[in-house]
């Protein structure tokens, strides 16, 4: 089995198991089994929006060049 399917299994393994646990939580109504998801998920895209914006800033925006 190739790297990709062996990360493709564990990525499946690891949403089957947090599924379980975040309905396990609700299920004894635990407050962390909707703030930690949250939390992750708020964290998620930060991260996401700081590298759109990390990019905007680095890139070397060139005008367009007028066809010869």
């Given at each position: 089995m190739d790297l990709g399917k062996v990360a493709g299994v564990l990525l499946c393994l690891l949403a089957i198991l947090t599924t379980g646990v975040v309905v396990w939580g609700?299920?004894?109504?635990?407050?962390?089994?909707?703030?930690?998801?949250?939390?992750?998920?708020?964290?998620?895209?930060?991260?996401?929006?700081?590298?759109v914006g990390w990019t905007f800033?680095?890139?070397?925006?060139?005008?367009?060049q007028a066809p010869l």
């Open positions: 609700l299920v004894q109504q635990e407050w962390w089994a909707v703030a930690v998801p949250v939390a992750v998920l708020v964290v998620v895209a930060m991260t996401l929006l700081f590298w800033i680095s890139s070397d925006a060139e005008p367009p």
